[in-house]
Structures are given as structure tokens and as C-alpha cells.
């Protein structure tokens, strides 16, 4: 069982950056794909960015060149810098583990396991 937990979310103002972090509970998780999603109340849950084992990376075209995703595997935590944020970007941040090495696909099938979500505020 892995058990995934978001913090860093808050308010900004549009250009502003924030970076999250998701502790995994996992000692090891080597082999597994993290990810992170975003959701707007009413909306379908968006892939922002993946990471594999081999340190893969794909984002969302939305995001690409502002957000980086990268991962503390000695402190078993996962990471999304956000940059240049935009009121767009506003939503509920998940963070989210496949369990199938080598996973990079952004759509939200094939996740097992999930984080409970951290609010993301941009203000214009």
C-alpha cells in the first residue's frame, strides 16, 4: 500500500510560483510512475506532469516551461515547482502513483493511488 500526501498549496497572484510536495509513505517506490493531476469543480481531472523511474518527464501542453516536476528519493517526496502561475492554473493539485514502470501517460486510468488534493489559488 502506498499512501501519498500534498502540501504547499495556497494563494498567489498571477505570475507567482508555488511548489508542491507529495511525501509518499513508501520506503521504496522504485519502478513506479509519480504523477501530478489538477481538477476544477465540475471539471474532468487534468495529467499536469509525470515522472517515471528512469526520470522520464511529459507535460501537459498547458504547462510545459513552466512547471518542473522532480523527486527527492532520499526523502521519499515528490515536487512540482510551479512558475509564471496563471489564474488557469487554478484547481485542486493530486498527486498520484502507477504502478506500471515506465508509465508517462497523462490521463488518469492506470493510477492506483492517490493523495487527497491541495488547493492551488491564482488571483488576476
Known amino acids: 500500500q502506498v499512501q501519498l500526501a500534498e502540501s504547499g498549496g495556497g494563494s498567489v497572484q498571477s505570475g507567482g510560483s508555488l511548489k508542491l510536495s507529495c511525501a509518499v509513505s513508501?520506503?521504496?517506490?522504485?519502478?513506479?510512475?509519480m504523477a501530478w493531476f489538477r481538477q476544477v469543480p465540475g471539471k474532468e481531472r487534468q495529467g499536469v506532469a509525470v515522472l517515471d523511474w528512469v526520470s522520464r518527464t511529459r507535460y501537459a501542453d498547458s504547462v510545459k516551461g513552466r512547471f518542473t516536476i522532480s523527486q527527492d528519493s532520499t526523502k521519499n517526496t515528490l515536487y512540482l515547482q510551479m512558475n509564471s502561475l496563471k489564474p488557469e492554473d487554478t484547481a485542486i493539485y493530486y498527486c498520484a502513483a502507477s504502478r506500471i514502470a515506465g508509465w508517462l501517460r497523462l490521463d488518469d486510468g492506470n493510477y492506483h493511488y492517490w493523495g487527497q488534493g491541495t488547493q492551488v489559488t491564482v488571483s488576476s
Open positions: 513508501r520506503d521504496s517506490y522504485s519502478g513506479f510512475s
